[in-house]
């Protein structure tokens, strides 16, 4: 049974890449590279993300090898939350349990939550009803997500990709769920505020970078440039969302910030196609994982994909 009032983390969530091996396998010394190039600017870690972290697409092995390599890593108790969504009910809830598992036995189950896509194996018809069920199986809260255009490239069109605003109503009375990471248009995101009023600190997340820069939700944003540019992201966070770190008089400037924004936007443009492909080949060129190896299908880059990356590099002097 998931604790009472669980709380979300607030700000910047580093969805992190799956590093892999040519054969398939986790790259460890990248993931640790990673880890290392990330950790103290997140405010939280986001493990097998469906975009960015290849989620479903990875096997069950990879996925659980990932998560354990990641808690045997979290010194310093970074929150660390952790994509469950499978391709199917059971499969979720089995990958619940072994996830749970190996948390247990990391010693340090503090900060834990569930991230799941539910339209990717669930339809709207009885899903409150569904997370009464899964909250049951677990001690840990979860955080749900909203992503049509994920779904629909999962599961084909004619389906409907977006949880709906009255079944959203009614999973956010559910103790159990403690958040909701949004991709959306601006009429939608107003309409779940609205739904989810009657409850107290019930967190919302961009999970469009580019929304977020525009128009930042209250409880931070799931960037995947975070990858790339972590210390970049944790200032435009923190300056959209009115924070200051400790001893910090003022904000950054506001021409600071600007450029800023261009940098993150010009990035967020070259991973925009094929999120997981793209941002692996930028940190494998930059020397933070070793291999550019994804389970996602991946196409050629675009034409100009290539001269626009170069650009990027050479401006922000990158390599």
Not at 160 to 184: D, E, Q
Request: proline share 7%.
């Amino acid at each position: 049974m998931v604790a009472e009032n669980p709380q979300a983390p607030r700000g910047l969530i580093c969805p992190l890449i799956t590093p892999l091996t040519a054969g398939g396998d986790l790259d460890l010394p990248s993931l640790e590279r990673l880890l290392g190039h990330v950790r103290r600017f997140a405010d939280a870690l986001l493990v097998g993300d469906l975009i960015w972290g290849e989620g479903v697409a990875l096997s069950g092995t990879v996925r659980l090898a990932l998560l354990a390599a990641v808690l045997d890593a979290n010194r310093d108790h970074k929150p660390l939350l952790v994509t469950v969504t499978g391709r199917h009910p059971a499969d979720t809830l089995g990958f619940i349990r072994a996830a749970e598992a190996l948390v247990a036995r990391s010693g340090d189950p503090s900060g834990v939550c569930w991230v799941d896509y539910p339209l990717v194996y669930h339809s709207n018809r009885g899903l409150p009803q569904f997370y009464r069920a899964l909250a049951s199986e677990t001690r840990f809260p979860f955080i749900i997500a909203n992503h049509p255009s994920l779904v629909q490239g999962l599961k084909g069109p004619g389906r409907l990709t977006n949880i709906r605003t009255s079944v959203l109503k009614k999973i956010s009375a559910n103790p159990a769920l403690m958040g909701l990471i949004f991709v959306g248009d601006l009429s939608r995101a107003l309409n779940y505020h609205l739904a989810v009023r009657g409850r107290d600190m019930f967190t919302f997340y961009d999970g469009d970078e580019w929304g977020f820069l525009k128009s930042p939700a209250s409880g931070g944003v799931v960037a995947g440039g975070s990858n790339l540019l972590p210390s970049i992201w944790k200032a435009v966070t923190r300056s959209s969302l009115n924070w200051l770190e400790e001893g910090q008089r003022f904000l950054p400037h506001p021409a600071t910030l600007l450029e800023s924004g261009i940098m993150l936007r010009t990035l967020g443009e070259l991973c925009r196609s094929a999120p997981a492909v793209q941002i692996k080949t930028i940190l494998q060129r930059v020397g933070i994982i070793a291999s550019d190896a994804v389970v996602t299908p991946a196409l050629p880059h675009a034409p100009g994909w290539e001269a626009d990356l170069k650009a990027f590099f050479s401006a922000y002097d990158l390599l």
